[in-house]
């Protein structure tokens, strides 16, 4: 079974929208954590915010928001008042295990195109 | 905030050699750091974690041999691709967590693109 599902290959929004990006886990750990890097075409990985499993509010990095459902195990990314600069691969991931053995597991991704 | 480097940023090689990458952690020390291998278009596939000190822990289907890791400071991990083949041509980018703190994100390095001919 898929660890982490980003079921949006791509996506399109116009510039100054807010997009959704989905992302749904699977994991039987109660401590973990939810990430979303931003991946531009020249390959760096750019962290964006952090959900912790523990977290009761969301997390909320000036225009990303990350929208936690514990109970749905859903994760998704909304970025509001998108910029061209936005457009990239987006990919969610996620840290489980205990203590020195954890690891992170990344989805597969959803690449957003931002229109003006 | 944290930095890591990674080096080379490309290398373009003749199948056989070997290839070694570089992976450092500017201003923090990194107990663990993980390597990954990207392919075009693709989800980054974790290769191994590299623990300072100790042997790497390998995921399922990655080859020890071939891609050795060696983890000698808590500030440097490196990977080689042992004779490498066309094969092994893809995106390789590694990362590193602040020690001890678990609930930091992991840092990553730019990534090295490897292309063997």
């Known amino acids: 079974a898929q660890k982490i599902t980003q079921t949006q290959p791509g996506m399109f929004v116009q510039e100054k929208e807010a997009v959704t990006l989905d992302c749904t886990y699977d994991?039987?750990?109660?401590?973990?954590?939810l990430f979303w890097y931003k991946q531009p075409s020249s390959g760096e990985m750019i962290f964006l915010i952090y959900q912790g499993s523990y977290d009761e509010q969301n997390a909320t990095e000036g225009r990303y928001s990350l929208n936690f459902q514990k109970a749905r195990k859903s994760a998704n990314l909304v970025i509001s008042a998108s910029q061209l600069g936005d457009s990239a691969m987006y990919f969610c991931?996620?840290?489980?295990?205990?203590?020195?053995?954890?690891?992170?597991?990344f989805g597969t991704g959803t690449k957003l195109q931002v229109i003006p | 905030g944290a930095v890591v480097s990674q080096h080379p940023s490309w290398v373009i090689c003749k199948s056989g050699t070997s290839v070694k990458i570089e992976c450092r952690s500017l201003?923090?020390?990194?107990?663990?750091m993980f390597w990954y291998r990207q392919f075009p278009k693709q989800s980054l596939m974790l290769m191994a974690t590299?623990?300072?000190?100790?042997?790497?822990?390998?995921e399922q289907g990655v080859e020890k041999d071939k891609f050795l890791i060696n983890h000698a400071s808590l500030t440097l991990s490196t990977l080689t691709v042992t004779s490498a083949h066309p094969e092994d041509s893809s995106f390789y980018i590694c990362?590193?967590?602040?020690?001890?703190?678990?609930?930091?994100?992991?840092?990553f390095g730019d990534g090295t693109r490897l292309s063997i001919l």
């Open positions: 990362s590193a967590r602040v020690s001890g703190r678990g609930n930091q994100p992991q840092h």
């Open positions: 991931a996620m840290r489980e295990g205990p203590g020195g053995y954890q690891k992170v597991t």
């Open positions: 201003d923090f020390q990194a107990t663990t």
């Open positions: 994991t039987s750990d109660q401590s973990y954590g």
């Open positions: 590299s623990n300072e000190g100790s042997k790497a822990t390998y």
